[in-house]
């Protein structure tokens, strides 16, 4: 079957780096996705790795490893606003996009 | 960047009666729409995907006849949850591919259902 694993949640400190682990086994592999989604609202486009490597965009990061069927995100210099849902998501064979559960990240001052 | 609008927001309705949601592509022809529903604390679950006039393919477990899924043009869906019961109540997403691209899926902004 497929599947996504990723934690649950997450605490950080305002200021810091966070990294969200994603695992993953899907049939097939076309692209790993990063959403932020806030609390009642729809998930927002982070990043998108399809080959390995680690992509910078900003404060964010993402890398991938194909091999180890493995993702992370990273978050620098947190701010309050970061606090929300970090979906990781698989592009399969089929196109279509395997979610995770989510980590909801918690940022204290 | 693409946007994908959804109409309503926000809605409450009785118990027993159908509602209906749309998802527009407003600047780009999506060929293909998706159906998404997220309960409280989980993760986005795919309910179906539709193609541009056909039928749309439904997901293991999704009720055709109760979540209806019309997609008659390049930048219309909807969704229409018939006989809507309390357990209906759910924050609906749809999201929709171009043609051209296969890999970018653009979000609406959700639909919150509430069935009283």
């Known amino acids: 079957g497929q599947n996504i694993d990723q934690p649950t949640e997450m605490t950080a400190t305002e200021g810091a780096i966070v990294q969200i682990n994603c695992t993953y086994q899907?049939?097939?592999?076309?692209?790993l996705f990063w959403y932020q989604q806030h609390a009642g609202e729809a998930p927002t486009f982070l990043s998108y790795?399809?080959l390995d490597g680690l992509e910078e965009k900003g404060r964010f990061s993402s890398f991938l490893s194909r091999s180890k069927g493995y993702s992370y995100l990273l978050l620098k210099e947190l701010q309050m606003k970061d606090s929300a849902s970090y979906l990781c998501?698989?592009?399969?064979?089929?196109?279509?996009?395997?979610w995770g559960a989510g980590t909801k990240l918690i940022i204290k001052p | 960047g693409a946007v994908v609008s959804q109409h309503p927001s926000r809605v409450i309705c009785k118990s027993g009666t159908s509602v209906k949601i749309e998802c527009r592509s407003l600047d780009f022809q999506a060929t293909t729409m998706f159906w998404y529903r997220q309960f409280p604390k989980q993760s986005l679950m795919l309910m179906a995907t539709s193609n541009e006039g056909s039928k749309a393919t439904y997901e293991q477990g999704v009720e055709k006849d109760k979540f209806l899924i019309n997609h008659a043009s390049l930048t219309l869906s909807t969704l229409t949850v018939t006989s809507a019961h309390p357990e209906d109540s759910s924050f609906y997403i749809c999201s929709a591919r171009a043609g051209t691209d296969q890999e970018t899926q653009y979000f609406g902004p959700g639909t919150r259902l509430l069935v009283l």
């Open positions: 790795n399809v």
């Open positions: 899907t049939s097939g592999f076309n692209g």
């Open positions: 998501a698989v592009m399969d064979s089929n196109y279509q996009l395997i």
